[in-house]
Nanobody, 127 residues
Framework: QVQLVESGGGSVQSGGSLRLSCAAS????????MGWFRQAAGKEREGIAS???????RYAASVKGRFTISQDNAKNTLYLQMNSLRPEDTAMYYC?????????????????????WGQGTQVTVSS
């Protein structure tokens, strides 16, 4: 059973940076995709970045050029480096994983593609 645990959230001022981590355990396949999502108060969950086991990445327009997704396979850890943060980036951030063994021609950004979720970590950006 795959388990995901996020960390690294916090409060920063506009223009600042944070790095989120997601520790994964229980994977039994080398083929998968992982993603970062966020959900602001009163809004739907939004996919912002994804990466598959072959290192293909995809970003939402809202974060492209500011956020970078990466993975350290030796540490079973997913990262999200967030630079040039804005107040509108304030949200609960979640990491998620697809079912093991599946192939996605394009790294997915829709929540329904993912079946394992972490508990979330809060990011607050003040102006």
């Amino acid at each position: 059973q795959v388990q995901l645990v996020e960390s690294g959230g916090g409060s920063v001022q506009s223009g600042g940076s944070l790095r989120l981590s997601c520790a994964a355990s229980g994977y039994t396949s080398s083929r998968y995709c992982m993603g970062w999502f966020r959900q602001a108060a009163g809004k739907e969950r939004e996919g912002i970045a994804s990466i598959c086991s072959d290192s293909r990445t995809r970003y939402a327009a809202s974060v492209k050029g500011r956020f970078t997704i990466s993975q350290d396979n030796a540490k079973n850890t997913l990262y999200l480096q967030m630079n040039s943060l804005r107040p509108e980036d304030t949200a609960m951030y979640y990491c998620a994983a697809t079912s093991a063994g599946g192939y996605y021609p394009i790294p997915p950004l829709y929540p329904y593609n993912y079946n394992t979720w972490g508990q979330g970590t809060q990011v607050t950006v003040s102006s």
